[in-house]
């Protein structure tokens, strides 16, 4: 069955320093979404993804944040200058009329 | 309560017991959407309702959609300690902006169900 995958799984990095982290998504899906998950709290929308833009961002992804996608395949998530509050669990997802399919996320920790 | 909270908060159950879950939203979508997480893990997606139904099955879940009530519940039958996870419901953030309907979503706090040996 087709999934989202995600890489990697863990990333620690020095406040600071910039990350990026990556995402193939679903073959067939055309829109493509990032979210973040702080410990203990609620699954956040950060920004939506489609026809080679961005469609919608939420509050969160501010100037720090930004999103590409390099290729035919890959999605990705850059934080420049990461911040201690930026350590949490990304998920990416792709969507289409059956529904959104995350992958298992990467758990970014900044110290 | 905001969009797509989910009630209890909280569910232990033994074995082989049924699980329901419920779920309120505010406003009106188009569709709601079921996941699961295990610990610290990826948001599995479990089952896709849409406004023009009532029900739908998947295995051992059920889920039903009640448009009037804002409501909508997941039940598992003859549950296992593997369906010991946190369960949330999501709905769109934007129900009728096509195809981000299905993917931006709002999602509630969670149900965290465990299933006892």
């Known amino acids: 069955e087709p999934e989202v995958t995600q890489t990697p799984s863990h990333q620690v990095t020095q406040m600071g320093q910039e990350v990026i982290l990556r995402c193939v998504p679903i073959s067939n899906h055309l829109y493509f979404y990032w979210y973040r998950q702080i410990l203990g709290q609620k699954v956040e929308f950060l920004v939506s993804?489609?026809?080679?833009?961005?469609?919608?961002k939420s509050e969160i992804f501010d100037d720090q944040f930004s999103v590409e996608r390099p290729d035919g395949s890959n999605f990705t998530l850059k934080i420049r200058s990461t911040k201690l509050e930026d350590s949490a669990m990304y998920f990416c997802a792709s969507s289409e009329a059956s529904g959104a399919f995350f992958g298992q996320g990467t758990r970014l920790t900044v110290v | 309560s905001q969009q797509g909270e989910e009630d209890p908060q909280a569910l232990s159950i033994q074995e082989g017991e049924n699980a329901t879950m419920n779920c309120s939203y505010k406003?009106?979508?188009?569709?709601l959407q079921w996941y699961r997480q295990n610990s610290g893990r990826g948001l599995v997606h479990l089952i896709l309702?849409?406004?023009?139904?009532r029900e739908k099955h998947s295995g051992r879940l059920r889920v039903t959609l009640d448009t009037s009530k804002k409501s909508s519940s997941l039940l598992i039958t003859a549950s296992r300690a593997a369906d010991t996870a946190s369960y949330f419901c999501?709905?769109?953030?934007?129900?009728?902006?096509?195809?981000?309907?299905?993917?931006?979503?709002?999602f509630g706090q969670g149900t965290i169900l465990t299933v006892h040996p």
């Open positions: 999501a709905t769109p953030s934007t129900p009728f902006a096509g195809g981000t309907s299905y993917g931006k979503l709002t």
């Open positions: 309702i849409r406004s023009n139904e």
């Open positions: 993804f489609y026809n080679n833009e961005i469609s919608e």
């Open positions: 406003t009106s979508i188009n569709n």
